[in-house]
């Protein structure tokens, strides 16, 4: 897994802080990350990691790859955890919540240079986050997580205008709608997350869902998969209730 780790699979993590080691110079993190998947030269490797930085964007490369951590910004930070990522040029890059703590405008530079990265490299990305704006733009297939599990998981647009899990109709109703009266308030999502130590035994969501019958404290759903074919759901109600019910709440109604 070393071997795969940091070369054909890459991540980004959520805080660029934590992630560079403060005691060292960002361009010898980067070095090292070059020589443990290359056997390359330690002056080929910093070339390298100058022509890392240069690709994400960071201005002066080649003064600013001998800075430390904290001599950047929390933008630059997360540039340079995304050189990290790309030193080897992997098949697949994980993100993991790359634009927390960085203001609207950051965060929409970097959603923006990981997206040029993606085309140019030709690589697949991961993202993963809750913030459903950024789902909504950059995203092409979404998978909703609840409790550990994978409840629905579709395209882009199926998850945004059919979705057919309870949990995904509460994440959607908790933002604001442009459609909507503007002091409509919001519906947040009854209840408290789960322990995953010991989850809920049936379908997961049950003690938060305003639809569970009682079958479905016992039975645990199943990933299946719903109209269209590529659009998959974990819950017990059965797809023509699940339909209906959404199409209630998305018409601003509340269905019991």
Same mark, same amino acid.
């Given at each position: 897994? =070393? ?7 890459? #991540?980004?993590?959520?805080? +660029?802080?934590?992630? %560079? *080691? +403060? ?13 443990? *998947? ?7 490797? =910093? ?14 490369? *080649? ?6 951590? $904290? ?15 790309? /030193?080897?040029?992997?098949?697949? %890059?994980? /993100? ?5 703590? %960085? ?20 690589? /697949?990305?991961? %993202? ?16 909703? #997580? ?8 579709? @395209?882009?647009?199926?998850?945004? =205008? ?16 442009? @459609? ?25 969501? $049950?003690? =938060? ?6 079958? *479905? ?9 719903? /109209?269209?074919? $590529? $659009? ?9 209730? &699940?339909?209906?019910?959404? &199409? ?9």
């Amino acid at each position: 897994m =070393r071997k795969i780790r940091g070369d054909d699979i890459a #991540m980004i993590f959520q805080d +660029p802080l934590s992630s %560079l *080691h +403060p005691f060292y110079r960002v361009g010898r993190q980067l070095v090292e990350t070059v020589r443990t *998947h290359q056997k390359v030269s330690k002056a080929a490797a =910093r070339d390298r990691a100058v022509e890392l930085l240069d690709l994400v964007g960071i201005p002066n490369p *080649h003064e600013r790859v001998d800075n430390y951590p $904290h001599e950047f910004s929390g933008g630059m930070r997360q540039r340079a955890m995304i050189a990290m990522a790309l /030193a080897n040029e992997p098949k697949l %890059l994980i /993100a993991d919540e790359p634009t927390t703590a %960085l203001d609207v405008t950051v965060q929409a530079q970097i959603l923006e240079l990981i997206e040029r990265l993606r085309r140019e490299l030709g690589m /697949a990305v991961v %993202l993963i986050t809750h913030d459903l704006g950024v789902v909504a733009e950059v995203s092409d297939h979404v998978s909703v #997580m609840y409790a550990g599990q994978v409840v629905e998981s579709a @395209d882009k647009e199926t998850i945004f =205008r059919a979705p057919e899990h309870p949990y995904t109709w509460g994440l959607l109703r908790s933002i604001p709608r442009l @459609d909507r009266p503007r002091g409509e308030e919001l519906v947040p999502v009854a209840g408290r997350p789960p322990s995953l130590i010991a989850p809920p035994a049936g379908c997961r969501f $049950h003690p =938060r869902c305003p639809y569970v019958l009682p079958a *479905h404290t016992r039975v645990e759903p199943k990933l299946e998969l719903a /109209a269209g074919g $590529h $659009h998959e759901v974990r819950c017990l109600l059965t797809p023509p209730t &699940r339909q209906n019910l959404w &199409r209630e709440l998305d018409a601003g109604g509340d269905p019991k």
